[in-house]
Each structure stands twice: as C-alpha cells, then as structure tokens.
C-alpha cells in the first residue's frame, strides 16, 4: 500500500506542476496575506473579527455556501466534479482562527532581516494563509478535483478553546472522508497521533476564619497542598508517554487566615485514552483521600471540609496507522519537495477527527518558524512556497485530481 500510494502521490505532484509554479509565482502575496490576518486580533473566544476577514476572502474567492456555525467556524466549500453524479465523502482542510495572545496584545509585524516578528504570525497566520491559497488554486476550473473540498476556519484551537471549532464541525459534518490541519510553520512534520488531554480543576471548600482563633477547622489549602504531593508521586507510563502536572494552585485571602476554599488545575495528557481514564480515576482517589485526612484532622463538631472536581477541558486523542495512505501521501510529497518527513505527536484540530475514525494528518505550511505563543514569534519565508506545493500535493491526492 505504501508503495502504490507513493507512485500515486508522485503522479498528482507531477500533474500540479503548473499549480505549484503558480503559488511559487504568488508567493510575496501569500506573505501579504499572513501578514494582515495575523494583525487581526483573535484571542481564543473572540474570533468574529479574524473569522469575517476570512468569509470575505472565501466569499471573494468564489467558494459555495460560505457561512458561519453555532461555534464561529467559518466554511466554504469547493465542489468536486463527480458531486452531481457519485457522492464523494469531502476533504476538510482546517486553519485555525485563534491565537493565545490577549486582545490588548501588540500585533503589529514588523521585519528582522530574512524574518518577519510578530505574535501569531506563524500559529496561526501561516496556516491561515496557506490555507486561502489552497482555496484560490484549486478554483474548480483549472484545477479540480473529485471530491469537495471545504475550507474550514476553526476556533478555540488553543488552550482552554478545547477543539471547540473542530468538534462542532466534525459533529455537524458527518461526510467527511480525510482531514487535513495546516498549522504553522514548517514543511517536514506530519502529525498523525492526536495527544489527548484532560484538564481538571478541583476544589476544597471548608468554612475558614482566624488563623489562631478558628485554628483546627478543616484547611482547603492543606488539602491542596497534600493532594499536589499525592499527584506528584503518582506513576505514569513512559510508553505510551504520559504526563501529569499540576499548573496552577490557589486559596486563601490573607497570611493569617484559614482559606475558605482553595483549588488547583491539573493537566493530564496521553495518546491513550484508557492511560487518561485510568489515571481520571486515580486523581479522584487522590482527592478523595486528601478530603478524609483533613476532616480527620478537624476539630470534632467542626464543619467538614466538601470537594469538587470538575473537567474543565477535554482533548480527544488516537492515532492514524502510519501506513495509512493519507500518511503515506504526506510522507511522498514531503520527499517530493527535497525535505525528510518526520512523524509527530501533537495536539491540533486533527485530534477529534482521529478520534472519530476520520483519517486525519495536521501539517506545517512551509517556511520556517520559531517562539510561538511569545510576543517575539517569528516566520522566516526560505523556501516557503515548497510547504504550500506539499500541502497542496495531499489534499489533491486525498480528494483525487479530475
């Protein structure tokens, strides 16, 4: 399968040689575009400004049934030409519309010799960029393909945003035969194993007061502090990798008071998910034996010290085998353009695909790129036109040239 998939890929590479030259042509405009869209503000949660900019170019483009779900994301479809006749499930190519900068952040690019500065000008507004030129390529005319294509612009890739974009519009699209994620820089990764993650924030609650006149009532803190210990020691597997850490902690209003409450968050992560529901398990067992030494430690009649936990983020995880055609075609078109591919682990928009039993890869866009989510980001265009020809090889390949 491998090889035959690997001639097949060749065979579309070579057929889009035009389609390449042409974005090798556009590519000071490409730049343009990353440059501008990455200026536009899009904290996750608040993508409306970035995702109008974006259904305008859909729209200025000439995609079908632009439009804009219940979660933000912005669509686009390109028909494919054996629609009217066969129903072909679609290729969705994603972007992400978010950044994790807040809105009060500095966007203005600026250039630093051969690179271009600026917060989200590679994750996301490479991606982004990318994935317009793709959009403009294959325009249903002089380049077309089987199946439809939509374009998909994602929100609430980043941090807390929890794959919202990606769920709803899985969720809500249930003909889409293959996915692929453009994010970021770089034209040599390709991420077929989605790492999962499920965040937790638990809470200890008691009834506090004076640090010496109340001293012996149930401590929140105390029990944070015994649950972080717990955590810490628990074992975690090293294949398949898994991590746990506590990121933040908190409680408390002043030195010389008992903390009414006090919590902390916990980020578990893995690309199992029996590992993630084993070890949701153990946490709560934690958390339930660092509630019953602090009530024993009370002073009798005094109130009891109550616990929550509740998930406050949730990263569905899997992996696509890596003979899967769709993997192989973006290992050959890696290769295709004179670069070693390198097969990754990451957590994108393609993890809730996987998930779902969607063949799904996510990919850089080209050129180079370093410091995401800093103020100090930067993209350096070498070769970049070369990512956006391999990206354009896969998805033409996985919707099949006409």
């Known amino acids: 399968m491998s090889d035959s998939t690997s001639r097949a890929t060749a065979r579309t590479h070579h057929a889009l040689a035009d389609a390449h030259r042409r974005l090798a042509e556009r590519d000071a405009s490409i730049l343009r575009v990353q440059v501008a869209v990455s200026e536009i503000a899009a904290p996750t949660g608040e993508e409306a400004r970035r995702g109008a900019w974006i259904a305008q170019r859909f729209e200025q483009l000439g995609l079908t049934g632009v439009r804009t779900d219940a979660a933000g994301n912005v669509i686009g479809r390109r028909l494919g030409v054996a629609t009217a006749g066969r129903a072909l499930p679609a290729v969705a190519v994603c972007a992400h519309l978010d950044t994790v900068f807040p809105r009060d952040t500095a966007l203005r690019v600026r250039r630093d010799g051969d690179r271009l500065v600026g917060p989200g000008i590679g994750d996301n507004g490479r991606g982004l960029a990318a994935m317009l030129a793709l959009a403009e390529e294959i325009d249903g005319g002089r380049l077309r393909t089987l199946a439809p294509i939509d374009f998909v612009a ?39 194993r989605g790492l999962g993650s499920r965040r937790f924030r638990i809470t200890f609650r008691g009834t506090g007061g ?89 002073v009798p009649g005094t109130p009891p010290l109550r616990t929550e936990v509740v998930v406050i983020g949730e990263r569905p995880c899997g992996d696509i085998p890596s003979d899967h055609p769709l993997v192989c075609s973006a290992l050959a078109a890696t290769r295709l353009i004179g670069r070693e591919p390198e097969l990754a682990t990451a957590s994108t928009d393609a993890n809730v695909p996987i998930s779902l039993g969607v063949p799904a890869i996510a990919i850089g866009a080209g050129g180079q790129g370093g410091d995401a989510h800093t103020p100090g980001e930067w993209f350096d265009n070498t070769g970049g036109s070369l990512g956006i020809a391999r990206a354009l090889t896969i998805v033409v390949t996985a919707a099949g040239l006409a």
């Open 210 to 298: 004076h640090s010496w006149a109340a001293y012996g009532v149930a401590n929140p803190i105390h029990a944070v502090g015994a649950t972080v210990a717990k955590l810490a020691a628990l074992p975690v597997p090293s294949e398949p990798r898994t991590t746990l850490s506590v990121g933040r902690i908190g409680g408390g209003i002043s030195v010389n008071a008992i903390a009414e409450d006090a919590w902390l968050e916990v980020d578990l992560r893995s690309t199992a998910p029996r590992l993630i529901d084993r070890l949701d398990r153990e946490i709560r067992a934690v958390v339930r034996a660092s509630e019953v030494e602090e009530n024993v430690r009370r």
């Open 154 to 192: 994602t929100t609430g890739e980043e941090g807390r945003g929890d794959l919202r974009g990606a769920k709803t519009y899985f969720a809500e699209s249930p003909h889409v035969g293959a996915a692929v994620a453009l994010d970021g820089a770089g034209d040599d990764r390709v991420v077929h």
